[in-house]
Each structure stands twice: as structure tokens, then as C-alpha cells.
């Protein structure tokens, strides 16, 4: 095969997981180099995502360079991904997950002394993080994760709430650090957190391929089912919603989701995802009439 151009964000992070992909390629034998670009999310990094496009602002700048033939493949979290893909691009592998949860990040010691000043911008973890710490205040905070963890050294914040997954692409050392991970149920992840998501023109059936080889099976199991919900709740970008499957036996699925605060789960045959979550949304919308 042809040596094959990876779009990505220029972000530590984007890079690290853009390096596990291009390992994965160079492991079977395929050339590649990589093409950085700078998106909307990245330019603005002082209003919060929800006021500047949400999902989507770190994605269709990077999907244009695809339909224009100046990339091959492109490396997005999956978490990032908006509804609709653009015409003509579909998401064909995904290397094996990192872990999924979040996590709350405070300097070493800080665990008491009053109301916590905790860094989110992120109506999903304000309304999972409120019932658990009901005097914090919560103020937004933008920037990657090296950023985010200079301003809780500088006192800006109490704590701030990280992904686990990228913490461990970037090698991060925490030992600075005071680190709360949460349980997936306790705080509902955004859907697809941790994974990476690799997309390409769905006219290249040689390269579909070839990403599906790289790809990890239970991660590609769980971004279909996590996006595939997801995709069918179409909430405004303002609304906190998490999502989050797992295969607690052979044959069998656990989903789990969080709309605005409410969460429900239901388990049962893999087969039968699609009535799985079609009740469990139900119960959540339910829920807030």
C-alpha cells in the first residue's frame, strides 16, 4: 500500500494517539506521515465548547482535508465526534481503548478546608459531580491537559476533572497529584471516552480493511453501540448526557446512560442492543417530563 497521510489536532495528546495509530500501521507494514492541523476548538480556547459549536469544532476542519484528498485517514477521540459524519467519510477502526472514567485531579493534600473550586466546563460532569461534592462551586476551564494541570498548580482551582485515558496516553505523571477516579456508573463517561476513532473516505474499501485489522474487537464493539446510542438521542450540545457499554459475559451487554443528571441501565443479550436502547432511552426522556 501507498504511504498514507494521518490527519490530526496538534494537541500532545491528538499526537500521542495519532502515534498509537501509526504504530499499529507501521506493524503491518505501512508507511505513513503525519499531517498536524489546527481547528476551531483549538483557536478558541477561552469561550466554552458549548458556546462555540460543540461537538464537531475539533473534527470538520480535519474531515475537509479527507474530502479533499489531502489526508488519507484521520485520528479524532471518539468522544469529540459530532452526530452526523461528513457525506463520504465513515469511522473504520479503533485500537484498543484506554481506560474510560474520569477522574478528580487535586493537588496533593487538598481534600478539605471548604467548598472546592472545581475546573469543568462540562454540563455531563457538573451534573454528575454536584450531587457527590454539593458545595462546590464549579467554574469552566479550557485548554489541554498540561494547561489545565498548570492552572490547579497555580491555585486557579481546587481540582479539575480529567479523562483517565488521556492521562495515560501522555504519559502524565501524577505523582504531584491527588488523583479520584470515579466509577463508570457513579460518573457516567461521555460516550465513547477513551477511545480513538479512525476515519476515512468510505470509498477506500482497501484501507477500510486494513483499519478494521488494526482495530481492537470489544473497543469496536463498544464505540458502535455507545455512538449508535448517542447518535440516536440527538440532545442539544448543552445538555449532559453520558453513556457507557460493557460486556459482562460472552453474549451479554451492560448500557448504561446519563441525561441530565437521571441515569439508567439495562442488561441483556448482545443481539438484542437496539430494544436495550430504545427502553433505556425511553426512561430517560421519560424521566424528564
Same mark, same amino acid.
Given at each position: 500500500?501507498?504511504?498514507?497521510?494521518?490527519?490530526?489536532?496538534?494537541?500532545?495528546?491528538?499526537?500521542?494517539?495519532?502515534?498509537?495509530?501509526?504504530?499499529?500501521?507501521?506493524?503491518?507494514?505501512?508507511?505513513?506521515?503525519?499531517?498536524?492541523?489546527?481547528?476551531?476548538?483549538?483557536?478558541?480556547?477561552?469561550?466554552?465548547?458549548?458556546?462555540?459549536?460543540?461537538?464537531?469544532?475539533?473534527?470538520?476542519?480535519?474531515?475537509?482535508?479527507?474530502?479533499?484528498?489531502?489526508?488519507?485517514?484521520?485520528?479524532?477521540?471518539?468522544?469529540?465526534?459530532?452526530?452526523?459524519?461528513?457525506?463520504?467519510?465513515?469511522?473504520?477502526?479503533?485500537?484498543?481503548?484506554?481506560?474510560?472514567?474520569?477522574?478528580?485531579?487535586?493537588?496533593?493534600?487538598?481534600?478539605?478546608?471548604?467548598?472546592?473550586?472545581?475546573?469543568?466546563?462540562?454540563?455531563?460532569?457538573?451534573?454528575?459531580?454536584?450531587?457527590?461534592?454539593?458545595?462546590?462551586?464549579?467554574?469552566?476551564?479550557?485548554?489541554?491537559?498540561?494547561?489545565?494541570?498548570?492552572?490547579?498548580?497555580?491555585?486557579?482551582?481546587?481540582?479539575?476533572?480529567?479523562?483517565?485515558?488521556?492521562?495515560?496516553?501522555?504519559?502524565?505523571?501524577?505523582?504531584?497529584?491527588?488523583?479520584?477516579?470515579?466509577?463508570?456508573?457513579? *460518573?457516567?463517561? @461521555?460516550?465513547?471516552? %477513551? +477511545?480513538? &476513532?479512525?476515519?476515512? =473516505?468510505?470509498?477506500?474499501?482497501? #484501507?477500510? !480493511?486494513?483499519?478494521?485489522?488494526?482495530?481492537?474487537?470489544?473497543?469496536?464493539?463498544?464505540?458502535?453501540?455507545?455512538?449508535?446510542?448517542?447518535?440516536?438521542?440527538? *440532545?442539544?450540545? @448543552?445538555?449532559?448526557? %453520558? +453513556?457507557? &457499554?460493557?460486556?459482562? =459475559?460472552?453474549?451479554?451487554?451492560? #448500557?448504561? !446512560?446519563?441525561?441530565?443528571?437521571?441515569?439508567?441501565?439495562?442488561?441483556?443479550?448482545?443481539?438484542?442492543?437496539?430494544?436495550?436502547?430504545?427502553?433505556?432511552?425511553?426512561?430517560?426522556?421519560?424521566?424528564?417530563?
Amino acid at each position: 500500500m501507498r504511504k498514507l497521510i494521518i490527519a490530526t489536532r496538534g494537541s500532545k495528546l491528538a499526537l500521542a494517539q495519532t502515534e498509537i495509530v501509526r504504530r499499529l500501521l507501521q506493524e503491518v507494514q505501512v508507511e505513513t506521515a503525519i499531517h498536524t492541523i489546527t481547528t476551531a476548538g483549538d483557536r478558541d480556547r477561552i469561550h466554552a465548547l458549548v458556546k462555540i459549536g460543540g461537538r464537531g469544532v475539533f473534527v470538520r476542519e480535519i474531515e475537509r482535508e479527507l474530502l479533499s484528498g489531502e489526508a488519507d485517514l484521520a485520528v479524532h477521540s471518539a468522544k469529540d465526534l459530532p452526530y452526523e459524519l461528513a457525506p463520504g467519510l465513515v469511522i473504520a477502526g479503533t485500537p484498543k481503548a484506554a481506560d474510560p472514567r474520569d477522574a478528580l485531579v487535586t493537588r496533593k493534600g487538598k481534600n478539605g478546608g471548604g467548598p472546592l473550586v472545581i475546573g469543568t466546563g462540562s454540563p455531563r460532569r457538573i451534573a454528575e459531580l454536584r450531587p457527590l461534592y454539593p458545595e462546590a462551586v464549579f467554574k469552566d476551564i479550557r485548554g489541554n491537559v498540561t494547561t489545565r494541570l498548570h492552572k490547579l498548580d497555580r491555585g486557579e482551582y481546587d481540582a479539575i476533572v480529567l479523562a483517565m485515558a488521556g492521562l495515560e496516553r501522555m504519559g502524565v505523571d501524577a505523582s504531584a497529584y491527588d488523583l479520584h477516579p470515579f466509577d463508570v456508573e457513579q *460518573v457516567m463517561p @461521555a460516550g465513547c471516552q %477513551g +477511545i480513538i &476513532a479512525v476515519e476515512c =473516505r468510505s470509498r477506500d474499501r482497501e #484501507l477500510m !480493511a486494513l483499519l478494521q485489522k488494526i482495530s481492537h474487537g470489544i473497543t469496536w464493539r463498544r464505540f458502535l453501540l455507545e455512538r449508535e446510542l448517542f447518535c440516536s438521542m440527538k *440532545v442539544d450540545c @448543552a445538555m449532559a448526557v %453520558g +453513556i457507557h &457499554a460493557s460486556f459482562p =459475559r460472552k453474549g451479554e451487554v451492560r #448500557l448504561g !446512560a446519563m441525561l441530565d443528571g437521571v441515569k439508567a441501565f439495562r442488561q441483556g443479550r448482545t443481539e438484542n442492543h437496539a430494544l436495550l436502547a430504545a427502553s433505556l432511552k425511553k426512561e430517560l426522556y421519560d424521566g424528564k417530563s
